[in-house]
C-alpha cells in the first residue's frame, strides 16, 4: 500500500486506487502518515482533526474515526493501536513525502560528491513524485501549515541542487525556463537568480544573464536594501569577463559543437511522466518514437529530450518534404551546415555521406514529423540505426512507424484539472496561464479559463492560439467564441511551420493523410460525443480494420471500456466535413436508432440481478443517450424520443437525476406527433413524479389533467412494470392514502416479484405518511426480502432505508445500524460518487438515540464541514441542524443558535428549497427561542413550520412541530393543553417516540407538573383524535382557539388550504404575498387540482 500526500490524498494497493471519503478520515491518514512507522500521540492526533472545538470524549471519537479508516483501507492491518495513541505499520518509502525527503539527501550527498548525473537522476525522480500542493486535503488544518511549508522548502531545495546537477553536467538548455519560472515565484532567493544567471549564460545569452543579474540586484536594493551576496557576484564577474565560463556549468565539448537545437523560448510544462518515460525507454533500444495528435506538443518534447542527451541532437524538420525520396537528402542538409560536412575525401553518396557524420560519436537524430512520409522515414531509421551503433533515434508522428526495436510514447493531451483540486496545478491550465501573462500581464485565473482548457481538450497548441487571442479579447470572450473555434484560433507565431499557425490548419494535415473510408468512417465517429464501443462503431459501418488504422494515426484513441474517443476539436472538425457532405441527418438517425435499441434492451435488467452491469454500461453512454433523446426531438421523432426517455426512466431514477429527468421527459412529450404506449403513459406520469420530487409541481399541472384520463387502474399482468406504480405514486402526491393503499392491494397478486417488492416499498410511504409506522415498518421489510430475491440494489436500499426508519422509532437501534450501513453500501456500489447522505445523517442520529454521541457527532461534523467533497446543501443543513439540535440538548445554546444560522444558509443554498425542511429548522429554533425565554418568537416560527408543513402533508414533520407546539403551550403555563398536543403529535406520528431528547425532556416536566394520572389522560386526549382532530389541535397552538374542536366541520378539520396566518379570502400567502400552493408557469398562476378541490403539493417522501 502506498499513502501520497504531495497533492490530493493518493491511497493505492496493487496498483488500484483507494477511495478514503470524509474530509476528517483524511487529515487522520495524512497526520498518521507523515509520522509514519512510529507511535502519533491521541493528543497530536486530536490537535489535527479539532484544532478548536475539540469533542468531550476525544478517546471515544478517535476510536470512531479510526474505527473507519480501518474499514476505508484494504489492509486493516496497517493501522496499529499501541498504548498512547496509533501508528501506520507502513515503509517509509511507502509515503512520498519521505521517498522524496531520502531521494532528496541522496541527490544533495551525489552532487557534493561529484556525481552531478547521479545527482540529477535522484533529484528528478525526487521532485516527479509531486502532483500538487503538499497537504492539499488538509491545507484548511491548523497542523498542516509547518509540515507543508517545510516540506515546500525542501522541494525549492531540491530543485536547486537539480538544476545545479544539470548545469554540471553541461544540459542548460531547458533550464532557462524552468528556472526563470521558478525566480518569478521567489523573486528574492538569490542562490535560484544565481542558477538562472548561469543557466542563461551557458545556454549562450550573455546579454540575457547580464540583464537578469541587474533585475535580481535592484530588487534587492529596492525591497531589503542589501546588495547580492559574494557567490552571486563572483557569477556576475565570470558572466561579465566572457572570457570562460563558470567550471561548474562549462559544457562538454560535444554538446558545444554537436547538433542545431535552439534554446526554446517558452517554458515547457507537465511532460515530467513522458520525459522519465523516453529516457527509460532509450535505455534499452535506440528508437523512440513520440505518438499522439496533432498539435499535443510531439516536436517540443523531443526536442527538449534531445537537449538533455549526451553528443547533441539534430533536428530534422520532414514537414515541408513532400516526396520520400528526399527524406534522406533533407536529412543530409540538416546536417550540412558549415563546418560539419566539410571533410576530405568524403563519400558522395547521400546516405553514406550521413552515417559518416552520424558514427562520430554519441548523437541523436530528431525525425519531427513523419506521418505523412512514414514509409521512407521508417526506412531511413531503421538503416541509421544499423549502420550507427551510438545513434538514438527521436521521431514523432501521428502514426508509428513500425520497424523492429521502436519503442512507443504517446503524447495526450495536457492533463485536465481532477475533481476538487486546486486548477492551477492542472498543467493544461498552467501552460494557459504561463502564455497568458505573456499577453496580458493583469491576467488573472477564471473559471472559464478552466472551461476553455477543457473544452480545447488539454491540447498544447490549441490552448496557446486561445492565448494569443487575448491581445484583442478578454478570457470570457474567448470562450464564448470557442462554438466556432475554428475561426476563433488563428494568428498563430509567425515563425512556427503554417501548419502550426491555426486551429484548422492541424487538423487538415491529419484529414489530408486519411483515405476515403478513412475520413467517412472518422465523420461518422464524430455524431458519438461520448466515444464508441467497438459494437456501437461497427453498427456505423466501422471495420475493425478502419478503427485499427485511425487508432494508429491518432485521430481516435482506444480507452478503457473498451471504447473509441475523439477529441473534441477532431470531433467538430468531422462534424463539419458530415454536414458538408449532406450525410449527417442520416448518420445521426442511425446513431439515434443504435441507443434506443441500447436503452430498451438494458431497461429490464436495472430491475435485476445485473443492475450493475447496465448501469455501468449506460453511464459511460450518457451524453451518446441524450443526443440521441435531442436528435429525435429536434428532427419531430415523437415516437423515438418518447420511447427513449420511457427506457431511461428507471436508468435516471437510479442515478438520483430527478430533475434532470423531469425536463429531459419534458422534453420528449413536446415533440409534437404520435407515440406508442405505454411509453407515453410511462414518460408523462413519471414526468410528473419527477417533477413533484424537486418541487417543479405547478409546471406540470397540465400534466395532471392529462393524467386524470388515462386508465391506469386497467394494468393487466402483461403491462409494463411501471405502470403498476404510476398510479400509487401520484397518490402519495395528492395525499390520497385510501385509494393509493386500495390501488395496491389490487395489484399485489402479480406475479413479478419486483412489481410486489416495489408496491409494499410505496404503501409504506403511504402508512409512515399516514402515520401508521407499525405498518411501514412491515411494509417495508417485505419490501427489502423482494428486492433481495430478485438482485435489485437500488430498490433494497431504499426499502433499508425505511425499515431503517422503523426499527429506530420502536428502539430497535442496532438493526437501523445495520440496515443503514447496508444501504449505504448498496447505494456507493451503484454510484461510487454517491455520498448517501440522508443515510449517513439518519445514522448519526439512531447513534446519538442508542447513547453513541461523540461518533455521532463526529460523523455529523464530518458532512457539515464537508462543502467542498460534493455534499449537497440540503444534506449539509441536516447535518448542521442535528449538530444544533445536540448543543442545544447539552446546553450550550449559543452553539445551537450558530448551528441552525448554518443550516438556514445551507439550505438557502439548494438548488429546490422543499417547504419540509424549512419546517424542521424552524421547529428547533422555536425550541431554542423558548429556552431563551423569547416567546413571541418561539409562536412565531412555530406559525411558520405548521404552514410549511401543512404544505406538502408531511405527517412526520408535523408531528415534529408539533412537539414544539406542545413546548409552547407549557411555556404558557397551559401544561394540560401542553400534554394532550404532545398527545396529538404521538398520532400524527402514528408510534411513540421514547428516544426524541425534546418528547422525553417535555413528557418529564409535564408529569412533574401535573402528577401521573392528570398527564397520562390529557395525553391521551390528543392520541386518541382522529388524524383530522390531531392536526387542528397542532393548529390551534398559534391561532388561540380556546377548543381545538372548534376547528372541525362535521368531525373533520376544515379544509388544508386554511392556514395559519391566512389573509382574508383563505388563501396563506408567501413573502411575497403569493398563494403558497401556486406557482407561476409561463406567466400564469397554476393551481394544481384533483377532484374540483384545491390541494396543497404534497413532498413525495424517497430516503434519496
Given amino acids: ?396 508522428s501521428r502514426e508509428p512507424l513500425g520497424i523492429l526495436g521502436e519503442a512507443l510514447c504517446p503524447v495526450p493531451p495536457l492533463e485536465l484539472p481532477q475533481p476538487g483540486a486546486a486548477p492551477e496545478l492542472s498543467p493544461a491550465v498552467r501552460l494557459f496561464m504561463d502564455r497568458a501573462a505573456a499577453v496580458r500581464p493583469d491576467f488573472v485565473l477564471t473559471d472559464e479559463v478552466v472551461e476553455i482548457c477543457r473544452r480545447l481538450d488539454g491540447l498544447p497548441l490549441a490552448i496557446e492560439l486561445a492565448t494569443a487571442r487575448l491581445r484583442s479579447l478578454t478570457i470570457e470572450q474567448v470562450a464564448a467564441r470557442l462554438d466556432d473555434r475554428f475561426r476563433l484560433l488563428t494568428g498563430g507565431s509567425r515563425t512556427a511551420l503554417p501548419r502550426h499557425r491555426t486551429l484548422r490548419a492541424v487538423v487538415d494535415w491529419s484529414w489530408d493523410l486519411l483515405d476515403d473510408a478513412e475520413r467517412r468512417l472518422t465523420e461518422q465517429l464524430a455524431v458519438f460525443p461520448a466515444g464508441a464501443t467497438p459494437e456501437a462503431a461497427e453498427r456505423l459501418g466501422g471495420s475493425m480494420d478502419l478503427l485499427a488504422a485511425l487508432v494508429d494515426k491518432s485521430l481516435i484513441q482506444l480507452v478503457e471500456g473498451p471504447r473509441y474517443r475523439m477529441l473534441e476539436t477532431i470531433r467538430e472538425f468531422g462534424l463539419e466535413r458530415l454536414a458538408e457532405s449532406g450525410r449527417i441527418a442520416d448518420v445521426r438517425a442511425a446513431h439515434a436508432a443504435y441507443f434506443l435499441e441500447l436503452a430498451e434492451t438494458a431497461e429490464p435488467y436495472l430491475r435485476g440481478s445485473e443492475q450493475l452491469t447496465w448501469m455501468r454500461r449506460l453511464e459511460a453512454d450518457g451524453d451518446n443517450l441524450l443526443a440521441a433523446l435531442r436528435f429525435a426531438a429536434d428532427t419531430g421523432d415523437a415516437a423515438t424520443a418518447v420511447r427513449l426517455a420511457a427506457a431511461l426512466t428507471q436508468f435516471w431514477g437510479i442515478q438520483g437525476k430527478e430533475a434532470e429527468a423531469a425536463g429531459w421527459q419534458r422534453l420528449a412529450l413536446d415533440v409534437p406527433g404520435e407515440s406508442p404506449e405505454p411509453a407515453r403513459t410511462i414518460v408523462a406520469g413519471m414526468c410528473l413524479i419527477n417533477a413533484f420530487t424537486v418541487g417543479g409541481y405547478a409546471k406540470l399541472a397540465d400534466t395532471v389533467d392529462a393524467l386524470q384520463g388515462l386508465a391506469l387502474d386497467e394494468v393487466s399482468d402483461e403491462s409494463h412494470p411501471l405502470l403498476f406504480l404510476i398510479d400509487p405514486f401520484l397518490t402519495l402526491i395528492t395525499d390520497d392514502t385510501a385509494r393509493g393503499t386500495a390501488i395496491i392491494e389490487r395489484r399485489l397478486s402479480h406475479p413479478d416479484p419486483w412489481i410486489r417488492a416495489t408496491l409494499r416499498m410505496l404503501r409504506g410511504f403511504l402508512r409512515e405518511n399516514d402515520g401508521d409506522m407499525a405498518g411501514m415498518r412491515r411494509d417495508a421489510a417485505d419490501a427489502a426480502d423482494g428486492f433481495r430475491e430478485v438482485g435489485d440494489r437500488w430498490g433494497l436500499a431504499h426499502a433499508l432505508t425505511s425499515l431503517s426508519n422503523g426499527h429506530g422509532l420502536f428502539g430497535d437501534f442496532d438493526g437501523a445500524i445495520s440496515t443503514l450501513e447496508e444501504a449505504i453500501r448498496l447505494i456507493q456500489e451503484l454510484n461510487p460518487d454517491d455520498n448517501a447522505g440522508h443515510q449517513r445523517i439518519w445514522l448519526a442520529t439512531v447513534r446519538v438515540n442508542k447513547g453513541d454521541v461523540e461518533r455521532a457527532r463526529a460523523e455529523m461534523l464530518e458532512i457539515a464541514e464537508s462543502n467542498a467533497q460534493g455534499w449537497p446543501a440540503r444534506e449539509v443543513s441536516f447535518a448542521r441542524l442535528s449538530l444544533g439540535d445536540l448543543a442545544r440538548h447539552e446546553g450550550n445554546l449559543d452553539e445551537a443558535a450558530r448551528q441552525y444560522g448554518m443550516a438556514t444558509t445551507s439550505l438557502a443554498n439548494a438548488p429546490v428549497i422543499a417547504p419540509q425542511f424549512r419546517a424542521l429548522i424552524l421547529s428547533s429554533e422555536a425550541h431554542l427561542a423558548a429556552d431563551l425565554g423569547d416567546l413571541e418568537t418561539a409562536e412565531r416560527q412555530i406559525d411558520e413550520a405548521i404552514g410549511l408543513a401543512l404544505e406538502v402533508k408531511d405527517m412526520p414533520v408535523l408531528a415534529r412541530v408539533g412537539v414544539a407546539a406542545a413546548m409552547l403551550w407549557m411555556c404558557r403555563g397551559d401544561t394540560a393543553r401542553a400534554a394532550k398536543t404532545l398527545g396529538a403529535a404521538e398520532q400524527l406520528r402514528g408510534a411513540s417516540d421514547r428516544f426524541n431528547p425534546d418528547i422525553v425532556r417535555l413528557a418529564e416536566r409535564l408529569r412533574g407538573e401535573l402528577g401521573d394520572a392528570s398527564y397520562e389522560a390529557a395525553y391521551a386526549g390528543g392520541r386518541d383524535l382522529d388524524r383530522a382532530g390531531a392536526l387542528a389541535c397542532v393548529r390551534s397552538t398559534t391561532a388561540r382557539t380556546d377548543d381545538p374542536a372548534s376547528d372541525q366541520v362535521d368531525g373533520r378539520a376544515r379544509d388544508w388550504g386554511t392556514r395559519p396566518g391566512e389573509r382574508s379570502g383563505g388563501r396563506p400567502r408567501d413573502r411575497a404575498g403569493a398563494p403558497v400552493n401556486e406557482r407561476v408557469d409561463g406567466g400564469k398562476r397554476v393551481v394544481v387540482r384533483r377532484g374540483g378541490g384545491r390541494r396543497g403539493p404534497p413532498a413525495v417522501r424517497t430516503p434519496r
Avoid at 542527451?309 to 539534430?314: F, I, V
Avoid at 533533407?330 to 563519400?347: K, R, S, Y
Avoid at 547521400?350 to 560519436?361: D, Q, Y
Wanted: charged share 25%; glycine share 10%; proline share 6%.
Fill in 1 to 396: 500500500m502506498h499513502v501520497d500526500i504531495l497533492g490530493a490524498l493518493k491511497v493505492t494497493a496493487g496498483g488500484e486506487a483507494v477511495e478514503v471519503g470524509g474530509a476528517r478520515l483524511r487529515v487522520l491518514l495524512i497526520r498518521l502518515a507523515l509520522g509514519v512507522g512510529r507511535v502519533v500521540t491521541v493528543e497530536e492526533l486530536s490537535d489535527a482533526l479539532w484544532p478548536e472545538d475539540k469533542p468531550a470524549d476525544r478517546a471515544n471519537a478517535m476510536q470512531s474515526l479510526v474505527s473507519r479508516l480501518r474499514r476505508a483501507l484494504p489492509d486493516a492491518s496497517v493501522l496499529s493501536s499501541v498504548p498512547g495513541g496509533y501508528r501506520l505499520d507502513l515503509p517509509s518509502d511507502a509515503v512520498d513525502a519521505h521517498r522524496f525527503e531520502r531521494l532528496a539527501r541522496e541527490g544533495r550527498r551525489a552532487l557534493t560528491g561529484g556525481d552531478p548525473v547521479t545527482a540529477s537522476r535522484l533529484l528528478g525522480e525526487a521532485l516527479g513524485l509531486w502532483r500538487g500542493p503538499a497537504l492539499a486535503d488538509a491545507a484548511e488544518v491548523p497542523f498542516a501549515t509547518a509540515y507543508a511549508a517545510g516540506l515546500d522548502e525542501a522541494r525549492l531545495a531540491a530543485a536547486e541542487d537539480r538544476a545545479e546537477a544539470e548545469l554540471a553536467s553541461g544540459r542548460p538548455a531547458h533550464l532557462v525556463a524552468e528556472l526563470s519560472v521558478l525566480a518569478v515565484r521567489h523573486p528574492l532567493r538569490e542562490r535560484l537568480h544565481g542558477l538562472l544567471v548561469r543557466a542563461l549564460y551557458a545556454a549562450g545569452g550573455q546579454a540575457e544573464a547580464l540583464v537578469a543579474y541587474e533585475d535580481f540586484r535592484r530588487r534587492l536594493a529596492n525591497e531589503l536594501g542589501t546588495d547580492p551576496g559574494p557567490e552571486l557576484r563572483k557569477i556576475h564577474l565570470e558572466v561579465l569577463r566572457a572570457d570562460r565560463t563558470p567550471q561548474a556549468v562549462r559544457p562538454h565539448a560535444a554538446h558545444r559543437s554537436r547538433g542545431n537545437l535552439r534554446a526554446p523560448l517558452t517554458s515547457f510544462v507537465g511532460r515530467d511522466r513522458e520525459i522519465r518515460r523516453i529516457g527509460e525507454q532509450l535505455k534499452e533500444g535506440r528508437l523512440v518514437t513520440l505518438v499522439g495528435p496533432g498539435g499535443a506538443g510531439k516536436t517540443r518534447l523531443a526536442t527538449t529530450v534531445g537537449a538533455d542527451l549526451p553528443g547533441g541532437a539534430w533536428l530534422v524538420e520532414l514537414a515541408p518534404v513532400t516526396d520520400p525520396a528526399d527524406v534522406p537528402q533533407a536529412v543530409l542538409g540538416t546536417l550540412g551546415h558549415p563546418g560539419i560536412l566539410e571533410m576530405p575525401g568524403a563519400p558522395r553518396d547521400t546516405m553514406s555521406r550521413i552515417v559518416e557524420v552520424l558514427s562520430a560519436g554519441d548523437t541523436t537524430l530528431v525525425l519531427d514529423n513523419c506521418e505523412h512520409l512514414i514509409d521512407a522515414a521508417a526506412r531511413l531509421a531503421d538503416e541509421l540505426l544499423g549502420r550507427c551503433p551510438r545513434l538514438r533515434v527521436l521521431a514523432t
